[in-house]
């Protein structure tokens, strides 16, 4: 399954925005504050990886946009990328559409380090991420909860943790081919453990009886967790924390992320 990031997806600047909002909202009563929010300098935001599947690898490239232009996909033309891995892996990417690059069909290897090079508009921009090594997604399970007379009904996986080392991991749910929710996570008090973890996402407001839930999991490393895991915090309605862009492994300041993944899916009819 191909890559793809920002799940729960956020409007480039936006938590700028929420940070001028607020202040707004705190001063309002006294005086009126006019924003100009066309003026922000565009940023370059990448977003790509490489998995254990033998399959085309993607990588998209884009820029930031201003708050009055519709929620769109400021793809860049004319990039050079190039993946290059610990192994002696070369792999040079070619432009399908506006902003989207492609490798040929390679699958990386666990324990293989791998640098993405993007050169674009006169700039070069790098990020480095290690494969870990798999581990499988056994089993997919329900969970119901009832609050308050409601009864919700989450996706549990199951899985078991290596002992002895560290993992992180990040899991995706979806539901008729399209992101519904993903999570990051890890093993801190797992470790070595049979896991039986649940996917607090409601599935019951989506789905009926019948319906065929999927989860990708996906073993990443530690600065792709930590990406996902803010990117998380960030979009949180239950754990409010103080907005920031999720911390980037690419250098000169570009946005987005690059992770060497291992992928283990399973698919369950909800009931």
């Known amino acids: 399954m191909t890559y793809s990031n920002h799940y729960r997806k956020i409007k480039p600047g936006a938590v700028f925005l929420i940070g001028i909002l607020s202040l707004t909202i705190l001063t309002?009563?006294?005086?009126?504050?006019?924003?100009?929010?066309?003026?922000?300098?565009?940023?370059?935001?990448?977003?790509?990886?490489?998995?254990?599947?033998?399959?085309?690898?993607?990588?998209?490239?884009?820029?930031?946009?201003?708050?009055?232009?519709?929620?769109?996909?400021?793809?860049?033309?004319?990039?050079?990328?190039?993946?290059?891995?610990?192994?002696?892996?070369?792999?040079?990417?070619?432009?399908?559409?506006?902003?989207?690059?492609?490798?040929?069909?390679?699958?990386?290897?666990?324990?293989?380090?791998?640098?993405?090079?993007?050169?674009?508009?006169?700039?070069?921009?790098?990020?480095?991420?290690?494969?870990?090594?798999?581990?499988?997604?056994?089993?997919?399970?329900?969970?119901?909860?009832?609050?308050?007379?409601?009864?919700?009904?989450?996706?549990?996986?199951?899985?078991?943790?290596?002992p002895g080392v560290d993992n992180w991991y990040h899991s995706i749910v979806r539901f008729k081919g399209k992101v519904k929710f993903d999570v990051a996570t890890d093993d801190r008090f797992n470790n070595g453990n049979k896991v039986n973890d649940v996917i607090f996402y409601d599935l019951s407001k989506d789905m009926v009886p019948g319906d065929t839930v999927a989860v990708e999991f996906q073993c990443v490393d530690k600065a792709v967790h930590r990406y996902f895991f803010s990117l998380g915090q960030n979009l949180s309605e239950t754990q409010p924390v103080s907005p920031a862009n999720p911390p980037s492994n690419f250098d000169n300041n570009a946005l987005g992320v690059f992770s060497a993944y291992t992928t283990s899916s399973r698919k369950a009819l909800f009931r």
């Open 28 to 162: 309002s009563c006294e005086k009126t504050i006019d924003l100009n929010l066309d003026n922000v300098k565009p940023v370059i935001v990448i977003d790509g990886g490489v998995n254990d599947l033998n399959e085309v690898q993607v990588v998209r490239i884009s820029t930031t946009y201003s708050f009055t232009e519709a929620n769109k996909f400021n793809g860049l033309a004319g990039a050079k990328v190039v993946l290059t891995g610990s192994d002696g892996t070369i792999v040079n990417y070619t432009e399908k559409t506006t902003g989207i690059y492609n490798s040929p069909k390679f699958k990386g290897k666990p324990g293989t380090t791998y640098k993405l090079t993007v050169n674009v508009q006169g700039q070069t921009y790098t990020a480095i991420s290690t494969m870990p090594q798999k581990v499988i997604l056994n089993l997919l399970t329900f969970k119901e909860f009832t609050v308050v007379d409601k009864t919700r009904k989450y996706v549990a996986i199951i899985y078991d943790d290596p």
